[in-house]
């Protein structure tokens, strides 16, 4: 009798996934190099978390022996005022990666459902679609921005969700609120627009978004925001999703009752309250911002503008090699050839030593090698 294996049992559309691929913990990387070293790999805040979350977080250690409130009430009620929606608007993750998946699970059960998003989109929407069995179409970017006409000339009867982000990771690039408002005039209402907006609050452009607007007035939509970026609690995960009374109880059935921990929730409401932090975090952001892509042009390199914490820097070069160069020269970032850009690095905007740091390695990195003199050795 041959011997049964695992992968007999795993549904066909399982063995195709190429899943996420997860950086290199900081610790291990300065335990190889035998030095410190800068992360600026995940476009997380260089600042650091919310003060005023990490003092939440320490009173409330003496009660994690208890299971949370999985309704997440009392961060539910406050998003409910903050966003001028109802609590049964609001819907709780474990980060909004957690709801990006939910979504998926909720909608898209079955080979004939279809899911579009763009080329170089953020990775988790793919893995989303793919993990349900779910059909994938992907439309190509313009200008390295969502093509939101070619998205909605895409919807065919079996398309039920569009995962949408703006600003998107890795480009950095946006559209519009007016752009917005065309796209949901152009595309069938039976079909669900996941809005992700990550970055929301980096953004300073008066034209961005009026998403939590088109929440309100009803919209197929459901807005995502997270607690990863600015509020500086990417390792506690929590994020949240907007949308209509039906949609959340719809998504509410497939949550786990306790995918938002206490401590995040806890940590969640008292980020809400520090507008000290997400203001220096959001000026610091703005500064830096102009000081790397001031700094990238005088040295001739192509980067994308970028209306979140991140750049997409474009050196030319095997993405791969220089990602391990800088590795050596202690500077973490992410090689972008997984969302199709083999010569392009994703850079997170850090503090100004870092970004000083980081960019005296680039230009290390980049410099001609000098020529190995022939031996006439063969190996
Ligand atoms: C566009 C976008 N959405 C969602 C996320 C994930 O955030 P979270 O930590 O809330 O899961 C990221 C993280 O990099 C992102 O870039």
Redesign the pocket.
């Known amino acids: 009798m041959s011997r049964s294996s695992i992968y007999d049992i795993l549904p066909p559309w399982s063995s195709r996934i190429r899943p996420y691929p997860p950086g290199k913990p900081i610790e291990e990387v300065e335990r190889e190099l035998g030095r410190s070293a800068i992360k600026l790999a ?2 997380e805040n260089p600042l650091g978390p919310s003060p005023k979350a990490r003092e939440a977080i320490q009173h409330y250690l003496n009660h994690i022996h208890f299971y949370l409130d999985g309704s997440g009430y009392y961060l539910r009620n406050e998003l409910s005022e903050l966003h001028d929606l109802l609590p049964n608007q609001i819907i709780l993750g474990a ?4 709801l ?1 998946e939910l979504v998926a699970k909720t909608f898209l059960a079955g080979s004939a459902d279809e899911a579009i998003t763009s080329e170089s989109a ?1 990775y ?1 929407y793919r893995l989303a679609i793919e993990d349900m069995g779910a059909g994938l179409v992907q439309t190509p970017m313009r200008d390295l921005t969502f093509d939101l006409a070619a998205i909605a000339q895409a919807v065919t009867a079996c398309a039920k969700v569009i995962y949408l ?1 703006n600003p ?2 890795p480009t950095g690039t946006m559209f519009t609120a007016d752009d917005l408002d065309r796209f949901f005039a152009a595309i069938p209402s039976r079909v669900l627009v996941v809005l ?1 907006e ?2 929301f609050e980096y953004v300073r452009r008066a034209d961005y978004s009026r998403s939590v607007d088109l929440v309100r007035a009803g919209k197929n939509l459901l807005v ?1 925001r ?4 600015v509020y500086g609690l ?1 390792g506690i ?3 949240y999703g907007m949308g209509n009374p039906e949609l959340v109880e719809c998504l509410q059935r497939i949550r786990s009752p306790f995918n938002a921990s206490s401590v995040a929730q806890v940590a969640g409401i008292a980020a809400l309250g520090d507008a000290e932090h997400v203001a220096k975090s959001v000026e610091s952001n703005s500064r830096e911002m102009k000081f790397l892509t001031g700094e990238l042009t005088l040295m001739g390199i192509h980067y994308t503008p970028s209306a979140g914490n991140f750049l997409l820097i474009d050196t030319s070069r095997d993405c791969e090699e220089d990602f391990i160069r800088l590795l050596h020269e202690g500077i973490i970032v992410r090689p972008m050839k997984l969302y199709g850009f083999p010569t392009s690095l994703r850079v997170t905007v850090g503090r100004h030593e870092e970004n000083e740091q980081f960019l005296e390695a680039l230009e290390r990195v980049l410099a001609p090698q000098p020529k190995v003199q022939e031996t006439g050795v063969r190996r």
């Open positions: 995940s476009n980060g909004s990666t957690d990006i953020f988790m982000a998107n990771n992700d990550a970055y995502l997270t607690f990863s970026k990417a995960r929590l994020g």
